[in-house]
């Protein structure tokens, strides 16, 4: 791609995005949007609309500075620590890219500019002579790649590690603030063995009260939910209410009557069952219904915190296919539909779900391809001659610069939903899990289809012109000599799928439309848009996958940080508004997605160093390739100590901290008082059939400690503030008293 091309994606995307900002600051004052751009506020009743003026037509950038302005504790209050941990991740991708721009826009794109070795290359472009690829063999100048390899290897080692050490006291400091979800105290039970004399529930209840009778208090038994099969259930009910009407024998209709056309008798007397007869018939066969209705999962409620991590991490049987516990996710948290699947079938679905996962893969290549296509039609002219007439017009720029990165970014958004729907068959028993598993088979997904597909499919575009065949012992330097090639269409793809990503984001032109539709053209008097979270799967993946490409193409082709530095400062904004004001909360993983962001960086940095290094040998510069292998060590050592260090607070609890929180609240009295509550927080019947239903707020400690300590305890007094773990939904809240009102201007 040459730079003609790249200023013309560059200008369609500037142009696309300014637009679309300055339309959503306009449409965001009007009444007719407020649930589309101010969902969250609605729910907390803090929204009011002005009177038509002059100035609600007119583009301001208002919403920018309060969202520069919001605080940490503000965007706690409106999307809890999910949202306080995404924006972290953002906040350090802005500092470490800040730190490379600095350092490779004014030491290591000058070196590559005058470096005079591709002088002679017959396809040379004038991008290519920004890269490493136009330092010469053997010179002295690699020297000040590799020494800004290791200051942004260490820069980001150090940002890494106050984060996830600030990130893991945030998530104990969320534990020991909500003392009593009902989680800490119940246990989730599966694979319950199946007996002919007793049922599941039964079983449940014999066992843990012979083996846990201290501190057993009750249980829950899970039923088969589905829809369905709730569908063949009401038919079954709704046959068997109207063939046993009570006072009728074989004949519903009288006879001399007319016929109702079901059973030959008149219409007129048709008997309809009362309200009261279809309660007692419930009532008689309620206990055999939900009998048949158990599955082999239960709900397990303990009388202490201490109790219940003991069952959850201990092997109840012989079989550890049997009574296998683990801690409960929160009520609203829970995915009933996947706790009826039985335990010994998981596996058969992890397996499917892999084996989807690497068909969908393989058949993401040919998208791919296309796409590669696009961008070197010059390469392929030699293999499809009648390409030279597509090359020849004005509008190849437009061809080779904005549109293989449009295609990719439009093929790309079949993945997160799809993602999601294979989480959901692996069998995830809590919202959350499912979400957090979308997110790594997306951030897994991105990282091998959009970044090393397009450098491999590129290469073997360009090389197919060549008629060229590289050996088996050259595959190990293909990777690094063809990245910086690829470094001008992975610019436009960070323009398109991110700055006018941002925009569309901002916008929202799905609900907008679909409002419009419903209120305008229908005339419906409810509302369209629903109640939405955040889609952390799909968004940080883009953070994670712009991060791989901000570390891989740093030294090699430092003219993608500017761009990189510009999303990320944009991003900020543009999240912390929609945090702020869109997205609603429901569940939360306390912090869960850190460990991956982590994960992936340090993936990032070894693979920019092993590339680096390789690179260095190739220019026949042994010493600079060299240096390299200590600092791979040395990464690599970082991620270990911070996996022993933190990774485990993230996955286990502390059995000191709940000691201490049972001996508080036995002290004070609350203990029994949240036991005795626990069995109604698990209402699953309730909770299926409205899963949208305002949620309980949890109370908070009523001591504080540390009140100076910016997030030790986030008192923060607004109404409608979610309690760490839940947010109310729009569809059923009942105003608070005397709300503060806020104007969406």
Not at 417 to 427: C, Q, R, V
Not at 556 to 582: E, T
Request: aromatic fraction near 12%; charge should be neutral; hydrophobic fraction near 40%.
């Amino acid at each position: 791609m040459d730079i003609p091309a790249l200023l013309t994606s560059a200008g369609m995307n500037i142009g696309i995005s300014v637009g679309m900002f300055s339309l959503y600051s306009i449409l965001r004052k009007q009444p007719l949007n407020v649930r589309v751009y101010f969902g969250q506020r609605v729910a907390q009743g803090r929204t009011r609309s002005d009177d038509i003026c002059i100035q609600k037509f007119v583009p301001s950038a208002s919403w920018i500075l309060k969202a520069w302005q919001a605080t940490e504790e503000d965007i706690f209050a409106s999307g809890g620590i999910d949202a306080v941990v995404f924006l972290r991740i953002v906040v350090f991708s802005i500092r470490i890219f800040a730190i490379a721009t600095i350092l490779c826009t004014f030491l290591v794109l000058p070196l590559n500019y005058f470096g005079q070795g591709m002088q002679q290359a017959e396809d040379t472009t004038p991008m290519d002579l920004l890269t490493i690829g136009n330092v010469g063999e053997g010179s002295r100048w690699l020297w000040a790649h590799c020494f800004t390899l290791y200051v942004i290897s260490a820069c980001a080692c150090t940002l890494l590690y106050f984060e996830y050490k600030n990130i893991a006291k945030m998530r104990m400091e969320q534990v020991n603030r909500f003392p009593a979800r009902p989680s800490n105290f119940t246990v989730l039970v599966r694979g319950i063995p199946w007996s002919s004399v007793e049922s599941y529930s039964e079983s449940v209840g014999k066992f843990f009260s012979n083996y846990y009778a201290s501190s057993y208090i009750s249980h829950q038994i899970v039923y088969r939910f589905g829809a369905v099969q709730q569908l063949m259930e009401d038919a079954e009910k709704m046959y068997k209410v109207m063939t046993t009407v009570p006072g009728t024998d074989k004949q519903c209709c009288e006879p001399n009557s007319e016929k109702c056309g079901l059973c030959g008798g008149k219409s007129k007397s048709f008997k309809m069952v009362g309200r009261e007869s279809g309660n007692e018939l419930t009532s008689r066969n309620m206990d055999d219904e939900l009998r048949e209705k158990e599955s082999e999962a239960a709900l397990v409620f303990f009388r202490s915190r201490y109790d219940a991590l003991v069952v959850a991490h201990t092997i109840q049987s012989a079989d550890p296919m049997l009574w296998v516990t683990e801690l409960a996710p929160e009520p609203r948290d829970v995915y009933w539909q996947n706790l009826c699947v039985p335990y010994n079938l998981l596996w058969i679905r992890k397996i499917s779900v892999f084996i989807a996962s690497i068909v969908f893969s393989i058949l993401f290549l040919l998208p791919t391809t296309f796409v590669q296509g696009l961008t070197k039609i010059q390469h392929l002219q030699y293999a499809f001659p009648f390409l030279k007439r597509v090359s020849d017009k004005n509008y190849i720029n437009l061809i080779t610069g904005y549109l293989p990165s449009l295609v990719l970014t439009v093929f790309l958004t079949i993945v997160p939903p799809l993602m999601m729907l294979f989480s959901t068959l692996e069998g995830a028993v809590s919202r959350s899990v499912r979400k957090r598993s979308a997110c790594v088979k997306v951030l897994i997904f991105m990282f091998w289809n959009v970044y090393f597909s397009n450098i491999l499919s590129g290469s073997w575009i360009e090389r197919m012109g060549k008629l060229t065949v590289t050996s088996p012992k050259d595959l190990a330097t293909l990777l690094a000599e063809l990245i910086p090639k690829q470094a001008s269409f992975f610019m436009t793809y960070v323009m398109t799928s991110g700055w006018t990503g941002l925009s569309c984001e901002l916008l929202q032109p799905v609900p907008l439309i679909g409002n419009w539709l419903f209120k305008c053209v229908l005339m419906k008097e409810e509302d369209f848009v629903r109640p939405v979270t955040f889609s952390f799967h799909t968004e940080v993946t883009r953070v994670l996958l712009f991060g791989l490409l901000g570390f891989t193409f740093c030294i090699l082709a430092p003219l993608i940080l500017p761009f990189l530095l510009i999303y990320f400062c944009f991003a900020f904004l543009v999240y912390r508004n929609q945090i702020m004001n869109v997205y609603y909360v429901k569940y939360q993983t306390d912090g869960s997605y850190w460990p991956l962001a982590h994960n992936a960086t340090i993936f990032s940095l070894i693979l920019t160093q092993v590339v680096a290094g390789i690179l260095f040998g190739m220019k026949k510069s042994s010493s600079a390739s060299t240096s390299t292998i200590p600092l791979i060590i040395c990464t690599a050592l970082f991620n270990v100590f911070c996996k022993n260090r933190f990774l485990p607070l993230f996955k286990n609890r502390a059995i000191q901290v709940a000691i201490e929180m049972d001996r508080d609240d036995e002290k004070t009295g609350k203990l029994q008082e949240i036991v005795e509550k626990l069995p109604e927080g698990y209402n699953q019947f309730e909770l299926c059939e409205d899963p949208t239903t305002q949620p309980k707020q949890e109370e908070e400690p009523k001591s504080k400690k540390d009140s100076n300590e910016s997030l030790k305890d986030l008192e923060i007094e607004k109404p409608g503030s979610p309690s760490g773990e839940e947010q109310p939904s729009p569809l059923k809240l009942e105003p608070e008293p005397e709300p503060k009102i806020v104007s969406i201007n």
